[in-house]
DNA sequence: CCGGGGACGT
DNA sequence: ACGTCCC
């Protein structure tokens, strides 16, 4: 979108001294700063994880051979990222193809537009280190981010019978070996840990990466890039103002968009000291309040946002872009793939989405590559309950109407169009009731066993499994940023708590609760005929009423006979008064048992709960949908229904045939209206959370 | 020759 | 439903 227009940016002359790796320090000097005794120090000591040129090092890993040569991973005609070697030859990440080739005829191409690979791996990260400790914040598939207060309080304890301390890897412009590590000895701490961690993950997981340690996001993420590839970088708090000073734009304040930016260059400020330096009460008039604040903060390396653990994805998408695509056939097969391979993903996930989203892009010159479009629609739960059990293809092929009808409620094609992206996304996903229990769950995100639901009660307390926090080495070796230290991680292999199998695929996401049973939605989309407004006063002939004659008139001749056909006729005719409304059952708000202990640290907001409680599905009870004694369900739009290719038209009918009817309310025919637009917001999240950015949200 | 994802705020 | 942000 905008983010690459300011991104070519040169390197700024970075001046990034540091003490390489192992700074001696004694312990005899008092302890860290905030060190109170009791609980929440005021100084957090915050991990930042970015891995290393991410596609190509997964791509490398799949193939070694690539390691050594120049590699660049293609989306279309862009290279979104290329291996260090590449980058020798002047590479740089989101460059055009036409460029890089330029620049390196020898490049190496592979492509990246299956995300597939780089999101398991991108997870198998996140969940080794969430077995280290569980405040673990995911940003994009390469980075996380990681409160380790908690660990680094218990590790000093046993520091203090230490002898000798120092920082693992650099410190941020510190070159003399005077580096007090005493003064920040929990930061110091914080470096081991981020160097075992680093270690971890390329053992285990074969990834380099860099890590940023500080005593908040902003600054943990801003400092890990300091050094890269895979080294880590240290912010003492005596130098957080030369790192916010020295940055090249307020571009570069994660937070600060381009939309942001420009807003801010309106007022004259283009610098992170402009903005450090700007009046709070115009950046108010500018921004608002909360947001005015949030910018100054952020511009002056203040960042109080807590780790939020992550958790399972809200929402799964894919989406494929293209030049032109101008054909409602096109457009079908094109969703068809898209959906069946969207439909894997989320059965493999084991929840159940209950909201489809349709997204284009259209081509136009003015606007050359803006704005999207979409719309989306609740899905009945019998489909749901489909893609969550496995029946993928009969998932899609009920989801495909719903699509279609979405797509012409975008795009009138009756008249030409010109599509240049399609995104098929689910969202408001709900995890399926654990069997009695009713505890906590882990949903494989992993293939290995999909109808994965544990039961964990573990973990409670800290950081678990691995004894990384067992003791500091004491031995220092500067092997300046390999990652190839003898860091104590002998303890690693020791045995792990859980399953091997959940060790390798459990995925311990966030908990709620239950949502009880749910009324049979009816998607707006779905809705068939008996649209207000919308007859035809054209009517050819014995067209069914809610069958646009335009479009009929465009079908293949043999589609427009099966329509008119006595069978489908009948069917279609029967349609508009089939939306029986089923009552909404209340939802019972039943609590989770909740044994499990929230491992959540000092820093959690009043109010909130561990777990929030919604999107827990109640084993539905097994109730059809709405369908009426005609075999032809009301929810499917005749226009759309005459547009399906012929064999997804007998899948569907067959579908159709198989369901046992169910009892019809004898009080049907009500205003259906109400209803359809149910989708209640469970808007559960953040209460307030106004912020600026939820990014680096205020705690 | 501007990908393919995500999260959150309005 | 759309905008802005992140990677
Ligand atoms: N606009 C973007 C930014 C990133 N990515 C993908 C490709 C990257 O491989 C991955 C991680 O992004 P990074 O910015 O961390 O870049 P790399 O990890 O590739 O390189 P570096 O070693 O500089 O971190 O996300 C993307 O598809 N589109
Ligand atoms: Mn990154
Ligand atoms: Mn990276």
Same mark, same amino acid.
């Given at each position: 979108?905008?983010?690459?227009?300011?991104?070519?940016?040169?390197?700024?002359?970075?001046?990034?001294?540091?003490?390489?790796?192992?700074?001696?320090?004694?312990?005899?000097?008092?302890?860290?700063?905030?060190?109170?005794?009791?609980?929440?120090?005021?100084?957090?000591?915050?991990?930042?994880?970015?891995?290393?040129?991410?596609?190509?090092?997964?791509?490398?890993?799949?193939?070694?051979?690539?390691?050594?040569?120049?590699?660049?991973?293609?989306?279309?005609?862009?290279?979104?990222?290329?291996?260090?070697?590449?980058?020798?030859?002047?590479?740089?990440?989101?460059?055009?193809?036409?460029?890089?080739?330029?620049?390196?005829?020898?490049?190496?191409?592979?492509?990246?537009?299956?995300?597939?690979?780089?999101?398991?791996?991108?997870?198998?990260?996140?969940?080794?280190?969430?077995?280290?400790?569980?405040?673990?914040?995911?940003?994009?598939?390469?980075?996380?981010?990681?409160?380790?207060?908690?660990?680094?309080?218990?590790?000093?304890?046993?520091?203090?019978?230490?002898?000798?301390?120092?920082?693992?890897?650099?410190?941020?412009?510190?070159?003399?070996?005077?580096?007090?590590?005493?003064?920040?000895?929990?930061?110091?701490?914080?470096?081991?840990?981020?160097?075992?961690?680093?270690?971890?993950?390329?053992?285990?997981?074969?990834?380099?990466?860099?890590?940023?340690?500080?005593?908040?996001?902003?600054?943990?993420?801003?400092?890990?890039?300091?050094?890269?590839?895979?080294?880590?970088?240290?912010?003492?708090?005596?130098?957080?103002?030369?790192?916010?000073?020295?940055?090249?734009?307020?571009?570069?304040?994660?937070?600060?968009?381009?939309?942001?930016?420009?807003?801010?260059?309106?007022?004259?400020?283009?610098?992170?000291?402009?903005?450090?330096?700007?009046?709070?009460?115009?950046?108010?008039?500018?921004?608002?309040?909360?947001?005015?604040?949030?910018?100054?903060?952020?511009?002056?390396?203040?960042?109080?946002?807590?780790?939020?653990?992550?958790?399972?994805?809200?929402?799964?998408?894919?989406?494929?872009?293209?030049?032109?695509?101008?054909?409602?056939?096109?457009?079908?097969?094109?969703?068809?793939?898209?959906?069946?391979?969207?439909?894997?993903?989320?059965?493999?996930?084991?929840?159940?989405?209950?909201?489809?989203?349709?997204?284009?892009?259209?081509?136009?010159?003015?606007?050359?590559?803006?704005?999207?479009?979409?719309?989306?629609?609740?899905?009945?739960?019998?489909?749901?309950?489909?893609?969550?059990?496995?029946?993928?293809?009969?998932?899609?092929?009920?989801?495909?109407?719903?699509?279609?009808?979405?797509?012409?409620?975008?795009?009138?094609?009756?008249?030409?169009?010109?599509?240049?992206?399609?995104?098929?996304?689910?969202?408001?996903?709900?995890?399926?009731?654990?069997?009695?229990?009713?505890?906590?769950?882990?949903?494989?995100?992993?293939?290995?066993?999909?109808?994965?639901?544990?039961?964990?009660?573990?973990?409670?307390?800290?950081?678990?499994?691995?004894?990384?926090?067992?003791?500091?080495?004491?031995?220092?070796?500067?092997?300046?940023?390999?990652?190839?230290?003898?860091?104590?991680?002998?303890?690693?292999?020791?045995?792990?708590?859980?399953?091997?199998?959940?060790?390798?695929?459990?995925?311990?996401?966030?908990?709620?609760?239950?949502?009880?049973?749910?009324?049979?939605?009816?998607?707006?989309?779905?809705?068939?005929?008996?649209?207000?407004?919308?007859?035809?006063?054209?009517?050819?002939?014995?067209? /069914?009423? @809610?069958? #646009? !004659? *335009?479009?009929?008139?465009? $079908? =293949?001749?043999?589609?427009?006979? +099966? %329509?008119? &056909?006595?069978?489908?006729?009948?069917?279609?005719?029967?349609?508009?008064?089939?939306?029986?409304?089923?009552?909404?059952?209340?939802?019972?708000?039943?609590?989770?048992?909740?044994?499990?202990?929230?491992?959540?640290?000092?820093?959690?907001?009043?109010?909130?709960?561990?777990?929030?409680?919604?999107?827990?599905?109640?084993?539905?009870?097994?109730?059809?949908?709405?369908?009426?004694?005609?075999?032809? /369900?009301? @929810?499917? #739009? !005749? *226009?759309?229904?005459?547009? $399906? =290719?012929?064999?997804?038209?007998? +899948? %569907?009918? &067959?579908?159709?045939?198989?369901?046992?009817?169910?009892?019809?309310?004898?009080?049907?025919?009500?205003?259906?209206?109400?209803?359809?637009?149910?989708?209640?917001?469970?808007?559960?999240?953040?209460?307030?959370?106004?912020?600026?950015?939820?990014?680096?949200?205020?705690?």
């Amino acid at each position: 979108m905008d983010n690459s227009e300011d991104e070519l940016e040169e390197n700024e002359a970075v001046w990034k001294n540091s003490f390489v790796d192992s700074v001696p320090l004694s312990l005899a000097a008092a302890p860290g700063p905030s060190l109170s005794k009791t609980s929440p120090p005021a100084d957090r000591v915050i991990l930042h994880f970015d891995l290393d040129c991410f596609y190509a090092q997964v791509e490398m890993i799949r193939n070694p051979a690539l390691r050594e040569v120049p590699l660049g991973i293609q989306q279309k005609y862009i290279i979104v990222t290329c291996n260090y070697v590449a980058r020798e030859q002047g590479l740089t990440k989101l460059m055009s193809v036409t460029d890089a080739k330029e620049k390196c005829p020898q490049l190496v191409l592979v492509n990246g537009e299956d995300l597939t690979h780089y999101r398991e791996m991108s997870y198998k990260v996140t969940e080794l280190l969430i077995s280290y400790c569980p405040l673990v914040e995911r940003l994009g598939f390469d980075e996380n981010f990681m409160d380790v207060t908690e660990m680094v309080e218990r590790r000093l304890a046993q520091t203090l019978e230490s002898n000798t301390f120092s920082f693992k890897g650099h410190v941020y412009n510190q070159r003399s070996a005077e580096v007090k590590a005493s003064d920040y000895l929990r930061l110091a701490l914080g470096s081991h840990i981020a160097a075992e961690l680093r270690e971890a993950i390329y053992t285990k997981l074969g990834l380099t990466g860099c890590a940023g340690i500080a005593t908040n996001k902003l600054l943990a993420k801003l400092v890990s890039g300091t050094f890269k590839p895979n080294q880590q970088t240290t912010l003492l708090p005596e130098n957080i103002r030369d790192i916010m000073g020295h940055l090249s734009s307020l571009r570069k304040v994660p937070g600060v968009g381009h939309q942001t930016a420009k807003r801010l260059q309106a007022l004259g400020l283009v610098t992170v000291k402009d903005l450090q330096l700007f009046p709070l009460t115009d950046l108010v008039r500018e921004f608002g309040g909360p947001p005015a604040q949030r910018l100054k903060n952020l511009a002056l390396g203040v960042d109080d946002s807590p780790v939020t653990p992550t958790g399972a994805p809200q929402s799964l998408s894919d989406e494929d872009s293209f030049k032109k695509m101008s054909s409602t056939k096109d457009v079908l097969e094109k969703i068809h793939q898209l959906l069946s391979s969207l439909v894997e993903r989320m059965h493999r996930d084991g929840r159940q989405p209950q909201t489809f989203r349709l997204t284009i892009r259209r081509f136009s010159a003015t606007n050359k590559w803006f704005s999207r479009e979409s719309r989306q629609c609740p899905i009945p739960s019998h489909i749901g309950q489909k893609i969550a059990a496995g029946s993928s293809d009969d998932a899609v092929v009920q989801l495909l109407p719903l699509a279609m009808k979405l797509f012409h409620k975008m795009v009138d094609s009756s008249i030409t169009f010109h599509l240049t992206l399609i995104n098929v996304c689910f969202s408001n996903l709900q995890t399926r009731r654990a069997v009695s229990g009713g505890k906590g769950c882990i949903t494989s995100f992993f293939r290995a066993s999909p109808r994965k639901i544990q039961i964990l009660s573990s973990q409670s307390q800290g950081d678990s499994s691995h004894s990384v926090d067992g003791h500091c080495t004491d031995h220092q070796f500067s092997t300046h940023g390999m990652a190839a230290q003898h860091l104590s991680l002998k303890t690693v292999t020791t045995k792990s708590p859980r399953s091997s199998e959940a060790a390798l695929h459990g995925f311990k996401w966030k908990q709620s609760t239950v949502v009880a049973e749910e009324e049979n939605q009816k998607a707006s989309c779905c809705t068939t005929g008996s649209d207000p407004g919308e007859t035809n006063d054209t009517v050819t002939h014995q067209l /069914p009423a @809610n069958i #646009d !004659p *335009k479009v009929f008139k465009l $079908l =293949p001749e043999e589609i427009q006979k +099966e %329509l008119l &056909s006595p069978a489908y006729v009948n069917c279609l005719l029967s349609t508009s008064d089939s939306q029986n409304i089923k009552d909404v059952t209340a939802a019972a708000n039943e609590l989770e048992p909740s044994d499990r202990v929230s491992a959540v640290n000092h820093q959690q907001p009043a109010g909130t709960s561990a777990f929030p409680v919604e999107n827990v599905l109640e084993e539905e009870k097994l109730s059809f949908p709405q369908s009426s004694d005609c075999e032809f /369900p009301g @929810n499917v #739009d !005749p *226009k759309v229904f005459s547009e $399906l =290719p012929l064999d997804v038209r007998m +899948e %569907l009918m &067959s579908e159709w045939k198989q369901q046992k009817p169910v009892l019809k309310a004898p009080f049907s025919r009500k205003p259906v209206r109400s209803l359809i637009t149910k989708e209640r917001n469970a808007l559960g999240k953040g209460s307030q959370t106004n912020s600026l950015l939820k990014y680096f949200k205020r705690s």
